[in-house]
């Protein structure tokens, strides 16, 4: 079936390093997708979004790659600091009934 | 701006018993509100859709006996979790969007709620 995952379940930083978390799709005719980070006990945050006629978007530290034909979407968080630490999902959105497919999630550490 | 507001936060209460968790668009009207739940260490999973004025579409395998969902207002959806057992304790998540129908508006999410049921 249709699925969103991560290749990574957990990531580790130093403080200040670049991050990069990635996420794989399956549905090739996905045309939306977004990041969420979320952070213990609460709700997914929206962090950025990118539409599949983009490859490139970038945010305030975060940057997002699409990449269709190996159908990989990455998120880079530069400048990493502790209070990014938190799970980060990838998710897809079906156009038709706008609902998200989420990924599996990968929590983010960061080590001061 | 668009903040949802979920309550409660966290209910324990005994088995058998009914539960009402309120989703709230506070600063804007939602057209769609979506319900999700989440286990541990886990992601979230798509229970309900739910357009206001109209009945909810369930996924696959979700009762919907058991998870009773109103969206009265464009601004308040409810999921009523009926006569609940252990098994139903898990973190319900609600979401909302102002989009129509192929729309990508973003959804704003709640902060959840933790239901543990003894």
């Known amino acids: 079936g249709e699925s969103v995952g991560l290749h990574l379940p957990t990531l580790s930083v130093q403080e200040g390093d670049n991050s990069i978390i990635n996420c794989a799709y399956s549905?090739?005719?996905?045309?939306?997708f977004i990041w969420y980070k979320q952070e213990s006990g609460k709700g997914p945050q929206f962090i950025i979004d990118?539409?599949?006629?983009?490859d490139k978007r970038q945010g305030q530290r975060v940057t997002v790659l699409l990449n269709k034909t190996v159908k990989h979407l990455s998120l880079q968080i530069a400048a990493t600091q502790p209070g990014d630490s938190a799970v980060y999902f990838c998710?897809?959105?079906?156009?038709?009934?706008?609902?998200?497919?989420f990924g599996s999630g990968t929590r983010l550490q960061v080590q001061p | 701006g668009a903040v949802v507001s979920q309550h409660p936060s966290r209910v324990i209460c005994k088995s058998g018993t009914s539960v009402k968790i309120e989703c709230r668009s506070l600063?804007?009207?939602?057209?769609?509100m979506f319900w999700y739940r989440q286990f541990p260490k886990k992601s979230l999973m798509l229970m309900a859709t739910?357009?206001?004025?109209?009945?909810?579409?369930?996924e696959q395998g979700v009762e919907k006996d058991k998870f009773l969902i109103n969206h009265a207002s464009l601004t308040l959806s409810t999921l009523t979790v009926t006569s609940a057992h252990p098994e139903d304790s898990s973190f319900y998540i609600c979401?909302?969007?102002?989009?129509?129908?192929?729309?990508?508006?973003?959804?704003?999410f709640g902060d959840g709620t933790r239901l543990s049921i003894l």
């Open positions: 990118i539409r599949s006629n983009m």
């Open positions: 979401s909302a969007t102002t989009g129509s129908g192929g729309s990508n508006q973003p959804q704003h």
């Open positions: 739910s357009n206001e004025g109209s009945k909810a579409t369930y």
């Open positions: 998710a897809e959105i079906d156009m038709g009934r706008r609902a998200l497919t």
């Open positions: 549905n090739s005719a996905s045309d939306y």
């Open positions: 600063d804007f009207q939602a057209t769609t």
